[in-house]
């Protein structure tokens, strides 16, 4: 008896690609559960639309002040600290950025389900702060030895995407061992870090921005988060898809 068609061409039978739809679908449910569920991604998400809202109604030089007041540039760290540091993770300078908020979504939807709310915030809060500053003082230092020029002090620089970084390094431990992990692993890095890794001058690929230089520590800093031992308990179970 001869082999059907689709396995001669070596293409999926029809009851393989229905059950891989209806695990792709059911992992769709799981997903806008466990997104529905989280205060932290709703809330968080929904300040930085109602932000970038707001600043396209009054537009025009207003707009530019809060971007400018809002930056964590030397300047503003110096005379406002707190405020610019509160500020720059809710703000965003381009609407190209609004495109990272449905990662933003997921990444802490699942962060809420699998390590708490707390546990969130507080990760959240040392990837913003922490990637920030780091960058802060590498700009100051560069400053001081001549390789930048003094008006780099009045940069803009917002953005959740720190914050997310750090987060997104965090959820490493809720992957599972081995292949997952390791490509979940490799994503982030190409992701977050690629601009620094292609960036030597020897390579002459990529002009690396302190943005990037932030983006890296705060993964790493995920990373290192993630390696704590109140990190390494064993996923629960997801909730039911149904």
Do not use: K
């Not at 920030?132 to 620089?157: E, K, M, R």
């Amino acid at each position: 008896m001869s082999a059907p068609l689709g396995r001669t061409a070596g293409l999926p039978t029809w009851r393989q690609v229905t059950r891989q739809a209806r695990a792709v679908s059911a992992m769709e449910r799981v997903v806008h559960r466990l997104v529905m569920r989280s205060d932290v991604a709703l809330g968080y998400a929904g300040i930085v639309v109602a932000v970038f809202m707001y600043m396209e109604v009054i537009g025009g030089a207003t707009a530019e002040s809060i971007v400018a007041q809002a930056s964590t540039n030397l300047i503003n760290l110096r005379t406002h600290p707190f405020e610019a540091l509160a500020l720059s993770a809710f703000v965003i300078s381009e609407p190209a950025e609004l495109l990272l908020l449905p990662v933003l979504v997921v990444t802490y939807a699942f962060a809420q389900y699998y390590f708490g709310r707390a546990a969130v915030l507080v990760s959240i809060l040392i990837g913003h702060l922490l990637a920030t500053l780091c960058v802060a003082v590498t700009v100051l230092t560069s400053i001081f030895h001549g390789v930048l020029q003094p008006n780099v002090s009045q940069a803009t620089d917002v953005g959740f995407s720190y914050g997310l970084a750090c987060v997104s390094g965090l959820l490493a431990v809720a992957v599972p061992r081995g292949r997952w992990r390791r490509l979940y692993v490799a994503a982030l890095i190409g992701m977050w870090s690629l601009p620094i890794l292609l960036g030597p001058p020897w390579l002459h690929i990529t002009s690396p921005t302190f943005t990037d230089l932030g983006h890296t520590l705060a993964l790493l800093t995920g990373f290192g988060l993630s390696s704590l031992p109140g990190c390494r308990s064993s996923p629960v179970p997801c909730p039911d898809a149904d």
